[in-house]
């Protein structure tokens, strides 16, 4: 369902930032009163929101509601490029009042990156405010279009389980396949 507010007044109600954090880096515990659409252009970090524990890879994201307190780590041997896409208050009751994962497609990528460079050359006349009032609407669009997941990564501290997940959860092993990394554990790939 659209949204029918002025173009104009998207600029006002979504803000982006981007972020680089090397390995190790923690974003200590915070709310914010808007809400937060956080997802990585590179690299993986670790989000503690609401006593669970939420991966951020490159292709999903995780929508916070606003005033839920959360807490981050990069956990990524190289650098994480990341980006927060603040939402005021007024759209967030468009999106789940509880956190979510969502599915990240190239084009909201995409979309995203074009807006952050439009941001940096806001001074540029060439460079049109409408323009970056149009991409914020599509940008809005897309997340609220994302597929949406309460969690993509199961958690759980079955003695069996949480060893497997913690395995899966290895950002050093992300390029193996699930067979190999299901070896060790005596496990075939349609038991999990």
């Known amino acids: 369902m659209p949204l029918n507010l002025p173009s104009s007044d998207l600029n006002a109600l979504i803000e982006i930032e981007e972020f680089h954090y090397k390995k190790d880096d923690v974003i200590t515990p915070h709310s914010c009163l808007w809400g937060d659409f956080n ?5 993986l970090l670790e989000f503690n929101i609401d006593a669970k524990t939420y991966l951020s890879p490159p292709s999903y994201g995780i929508w916070i509601p606003p005033q839920t307190e959360h807490c981050s780590i990069a956990i990524d ?4 490029h990341y980006i927060c ?4 208050p007024d759209l967030c009751p468009q999106f789940s009042a509880r956190c979510q994962t969502l599915t990240i497609q190239p084009f909201l990528r995409h979309t995203v990156q074009e807006i952050l460079t439009q941001q940096k050359n806001c001074q540029d006349p060439k460079y049109s405010a409408t323009y970056l009032q149009n991409l914020r609407q599509i940008l809005l669009d897309q997340l609220m279009a994302a597929p949406c997941h309460d969690q993509y990564l199961p958690q759980s501290h079955h003695p069996v389980l949480n ?17 190999q990394l299901l070896t060790q554990f005596q496990l075939s790939e349609r038991h999990i």
């Open 39 to 43: 997802f990585s252009l590179n690299g």
């Open 77 to 80: 041997q190289q650098l994480t």
């Open 85 to 88: 896409i603040r939402i005021h």
């Open 163 to 179: 060893p497997i997940l913690k395995q899966l959860a290895e950002p050093t092993l992300f390029h193996y396949p699930l067979q």
